[in-house]
């Protein structure tokens, strides 16, 4: 489902006119999957200046088969009483995974992680002990606040690496899935920790830090 939006260059200015998709359901169209990852969805060209430029709205990424909903809505795009009433009109959605992002990045990195297998929320977790540990080795306590982005599970042994900006650059750190694993654990023993079911949660730094300091 594309909508047509007006959009200005953020380089030279000009004005045009690009589709947006307000939904991206990938049980419909299995080929937006990979556009999502590789973001290109939420980027346009400008064929003026060949800039490419950030889409701006709301969206809804949708995968039936993952039972995996992913809710893009910027900051002061909709009243939280407009939230709520879809929320409601949700219905049945057993086991499904109802998340809300406030911007493609973060929508891209919820659709990767799902992709790699993986929990958000023991992710978010194991962000948080890797940061305090990088905190603690570099010692440098500005580290405990850069936001962290899930880059890449590899190796044999499924080490996960993270990005991070830090002074206008981004730097990577890596943890062992032991972290993953004993964050999954600590999860499972505080079921206070899981959003409750039927509402999009933002689970991300802030999240955590409602739990754990
Ligand atoms: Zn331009």
Redesign the pocket.
Known sequence: MTIDQTVT??????VHTVPFHAGINVAQEPGLKAAVLDGSLFLWE??????R?LLKGQTLYHDPDARLMVWLLPEGALDEEHVRSVESHLGELDGYTLRRVPDAGSLIEKVHIHEAGLDDLVMELAKHVTRLELADSEKNPALLDVPFRFFRMDGPDNRLTFSYPLDGRMFLAETGFRTYEDCRGIVQRNPALRPAAGRFATVDAAWIARFVR
Do not use: L
């Open positions: 260059c953020s380089r030279c200015g000009a400008c064929p003026m200046c060949g800039t430029n």
